[in-house]
């Protein structure tokens, strides 16, 4: 005997087991962050974190920054708004935290557009900073806005939390809505090295101190294999 078999019907007249296909997934954003964090955590492994401070703590950080700039790009993509990648810039060192995050945090902004297309002022902070490895800090003494011709890396002030006092100056790197780079041929360059209480730069360790890579106009980057490139200047 055959027995019949009934679909319950939800108050929408539609069946339940169809209703599940029809439930909100991730958005484009989220599986953007995931994504990047994946990519980060992967290079981070292929390095080795126990080797982090044992001379790798420049190739772990430029993959990192790698990582950042990519997810920055795809943001200002998706979003079709600017996009930027900020690097902590404000030396006060009688303030632990603040001592911490020096050249050594890193966070990515957006702005956000309204119903109709237009810009707003204020940037949004998107995801968590992300900080360089022990010993490493980020130099824009260094990183050229062109490893070609010279010149200082853009900077602007940042809001870093949900505080309004928490406000910072920062380095940035911009990427467009079509995703292109503003600043082509900008260093992105690493120190290794303790820095004393109040000085803006670490005394350089031994082996190969310094590491970069130049952004490019896509926002991809290459990899500055010649050290002599890099301008290397003495402590302050």
């Not at 990047?36 to 001379?55: D, E, P, R, Y």
Request: glycine share 10%.
């Amino acid at each position: 005997m055959l027995r019949k078999t009934s679909t319950i019907q939800s108050p929408s007249g539609i069946p339940h087991r169809l209703q599940t296909s029809f439930r909100r997934g991730f958005s484009l954003v989220e599986l953007l962050a995931v994504m990047t964090i994946i990519a980060i955590l992967l290079s981070l492994a292929s390095v080795g974190l126990k080797n982090v401070g044992k001379g790798q703590g420049i190739t772990a950080g430029l993959a990192v920054g790698e990582g950042l700039l990519a997810q920055a790009r795809s943001l200002a993509v998706n979003q079709s708004s600017r996009a930027r990648l900020v690097i902590h810039d404000d030396l006060n060192d009688a303030i632990p935290e603040e001592r911490q995050r020096y050249r050594r945090m890193m966070m990515i902004m957006y702005k956000e557009l309204d119903e109709n297309g237009v810009e707003q002022n204020q940037w949004i902070r998107f995801g968590q900073p992300v900080f360089l490895p022990e010993r490493v800090f980020f130099s824009p003494e260094l990183s050229l806005r062109n490893m070609d011709t010279g010149g200082l890396l853009d900077t602007d002030r940042h809001q870093l939390s949900s505080k309004v006092s928490d406000n910072h100056q920062c380095v940035f790197y911009e990427f467009n809505s079509q995703g292109i780079c503003t600043t082509p041929g900008a260093g992105f360059v690493l120190e290794t090295g303790a820095r004393p209480t109040g000085a803006k730069k670490p005394r350089l360790g031994k082996g190969k101190p310094v590491g970069g890579f130049v952004v490019l106009r896509n926002g991809g980057t290459s990899l500055i294999r010649d050290i002599e490139r890099i301008p290397v200047q003495e402590n302050n």
